[in-house]
Each structure stands twice: as structure tokens, then as C-alpha cells.
């Protein structure tokens, strides 16, 4: 994703290494889209995605809670025989409702940050590709901060329900499952906040924010170098022509490589946030909510290292399908939401 004029701009002005700069696709800048249309479109497109891939978040979720290690195969069997499809999309309404306002912050966040920073690293003369990796990055990090404020709570409830009814968590985790029922999200809502209060909601809130800013700040960076070298490749390779097809092509690699380093580097940190989350610690015959090294050291204890990577496939695949349709549909979305010109 290019930084729109002020990359033109520049490489105009830079006339001895303007044979060699890489044009990318062309970029819509913040000031550029209705937000209105923006938000409406962007609500109805991205809840469409969620739907899409909400059953390999259910897995992956279950995966990290488990002490045991389970392959995605057996658990989607277990789901299908003893819950039917339905067990695919538990706390999905309450997800789903949590994802109109997440994403509005985090659209909101990521493209101003993204055209401000943009604009001062370019003034202050770095290259087009430290400019990229910069704003990018740092788009990344703050609508994460943004988005979480609303996914923390979401995530929460959501988790709670998608791991009930898992037998296998019920038999091996007796003391640390979470002991209460819940019949629906707004049930849940309700329980939580009696038994833990407000400050449940916001349970792993700070490891979440250790989990999802880095891992958006990479991804985002990740993508713009990985784009700014797949399109170099793509247009040599066909005589420098752009077309719809080929920038669909670009993004869809770009995506599926930033979420590859993604996914490595922040999957320890998801599944420690994930099991605060869900989970409980037993002290006393009491239940209370589990802390980090409580976390790490039931995972060092279950498998070590290896324990904290439970899950990382499907998380690789939701990732790579997620960021490779959002971000086709995201870029989709801004043109369709760009002001008519007058």
C-alpha cells in the first residue's frame, strides 16, 4: 500500500533514480473516501468475512486451551458429532455485534495514522520503502490499541462460549474451567459482570495489547515490503502492466506472507492471552482468574515450548484467509467509498 501524491511527488523530484522506483497501486488517501459510506459498506463487507471464517477461530481457540495437543481434524469431528454446526458458531452473535464498532476504530486509527505518519517520514527524506514500512507499521500498532478497547470485552465473552461444551476441556480442566453456564452472550455479559465485575471484561487486556499491536505493526510492515517486492517481480515479469487481476494476485501473496511472520512471532503471547481469558486458577477450593505465569507455567508444564504454539496452524490459515480477503475487500471498499470528484 503506497502513500499516494506525496510518494509521486517524491519520485518525480528524485529524477536520477526515477527509472528504477516501483509504482504500486494506485493509493486512496483518507480525505479521499465518503466516511459515511466508508463505515456502512465497510460494516456490511467485514461482518460477511467474519461469517466466513468464524469455525477455524472455534478451533484454533479450542486448540490453545487444550492440555493436551489435538489436531484441528479430530476436534472438528468432535464438534460435528456431539454439537452439530451450530457448536462452529458459538458466541458468534456476540462477535459479530462487537465487530461493526472494532472496525470502525480500527479503520478509523489505521488510515489517519497511516496518511500522518506517511507524510512526515516522506518530509523528512526517507526512502519510499522505509516510509512504507514506517506508517505501515505504525498504523498497524495504533488501530490495534484502538480496536482492542472494544475486542477485549468481545473476545472474552465470545471465547467463554466457544469452549463450553467441550468435553475434553470439561474432563481434563475440572478445576480451571470456568464453572458458570451460560445460555447466550447476553447471558454471559451478565454473569461476568456479577461475578468479576467490570474489570473482568477487561481480563488479559494488557497482554492483549502485547499480542495483536506488535502482531499488527509486523503484519502491516511485513505486507508493505512484501508488496513493494511482489509488484517489482509481477510488473517486470508483464512489462509493467497493471491490471485489477494482477493487484489482486499481489495483495493475496503480500497477505499471506505478512501473516506468516505475524503468526510466528506473536503466537506464544495469543495463546497465554487466550487462556487468561478463558481459563481460571483454583486456590484454596476458590476460583479466581488465572495470571500470566500461572499461564506459562501450566504450558511449560503440558509441553513446553511447544505447548505455546497450539493452534498455530489454523491461526496461520485464518490469518493468511482473513488478511488476504480483508485486504482485498478493504481495498475494494475504499474505491467504492471514494467522493465523487466534481
Known amino acids: 500500500m503506497s502513500l499516494g501524491a506525496l510518494m509521486e511527488e517524491k519520485r518525480r523530484a528524485t529524477t536520477s533514480s526515477s527509472s528504477s522506483q516501483v509504482h504500486m497501486s494506485n493509493d486512496i488517501d483518507w480525505q479521499m473516501l465518503d466516511k459515511s459510506r466508508f463505515f456502512f459498506l465497510g460494516a456490511a463487507l467485514f461482518s460477511g468475512v467474519s461469517t466466513a471464517l468464524y469455525p477455524i477461530v472455534v478451533l484454533k481457540t479450542r486448540q490453545q486451551v487444550s492440555p493436551t495437543r489435538v489436531s484441528c481434524a479430530n476436534i472438528s469431528l468432535a464438534i460435528a458429532r456431539l454439537e452439530g454446526l451450530k457448536g462452529f458458531y458459538k458466541g458468534f452473535g456476540t ?3 462487537g465487530t ?3 472496525r470502525a476504530l480500527y479503520m478509523t486509527a489505521l488510515e489517519i495514522t497511516k496518511s500522518s505518519v506517511g507524510q512526515a517520514t516522506v518530509r523528512l527524506g526517507l526512502s519510499d520503502t522505509t516510509s512504507l514500512a514506517v506508517a505501515n507499521g505504525a498504523a498497524g500498532l495504533t488501530s490495534a490499541v484502538a480496536a482492542q478497547t472494544v475486542w477485549t470485552p468481545i473476545d472474552i465473552v465470545s471465547q467463554r462460549l466457544m469452549v463450553q461444551g467441550d468435553v475434553s476441556l470439561s474432563k481434563h480442566l475440572p478445576g480451571v474451567m470456568n464453572s458458570c453456564r451460560y445460555r447466550n452472550g447476553f447471558d454471559a455479559f451478565r454473569k461476568i459482570l456479577y461475578t468479576d465485575g467490570p474489570r473482568g471484561f477487561y481480563r488479559g487486556f494488557g497482554i492483549s495489547i502485547l499480542t495483536y499491536a506488535p502482531s499488527n505493526a509486523v503484519w502491516w510492515a511485513s505486507y508493505s515490503l512484501a508488496q513493494k517486492s511482489i509488484w517489482s517481480r509481477y510488473k517486470h515479469s508483464y512489462n509493467h502492466k497493471e491490471d485489477a487481476g494482477g493487484s489482486v494476485v499481489v495483495q493475496a501473496l503480500s497477505s499471506a506472507t505478512a501473516s506468516g511472520c ?5 503466537m506464544p503471547v495469543d495463546t497465554i492471552k487466550t487462556r487468561l481469558q478463558v481459563l481460571d486458577a483454583e486456590e484454596n477450593g476458590r476460583r479466581r482468574a488465572m495470571t500470566v505465569m500461572q499461564s506459562v507455567k ?5 509441553g513446553g515450548v511447544g505447548a505455546c504454539y497450539r493452534g498455530l496452524g489454523p ?3 485464518a490469518m493468511s484467509m482473513s488478511a488476504t480477503t480483508m485486504i482485498t ?3 475494494f471498499l475504499k474505491r467504492l467509498a471514494t467522493k465523487k470528484q466534481k
Open 298 to 302: 501450566s504450558l511449560m508444564k503440558e
Open 262 to 266: 505475524s503468526a510466528l512471532v506473536t
Open 95 to 97: 462477535s459479530l455485534l
Open 329 to 331: 475487500t478493504y481495498e
Open 100 to 102: 461493526i464498532p472494532a
Open 315 to 317: 491461526r496461520w490459515v
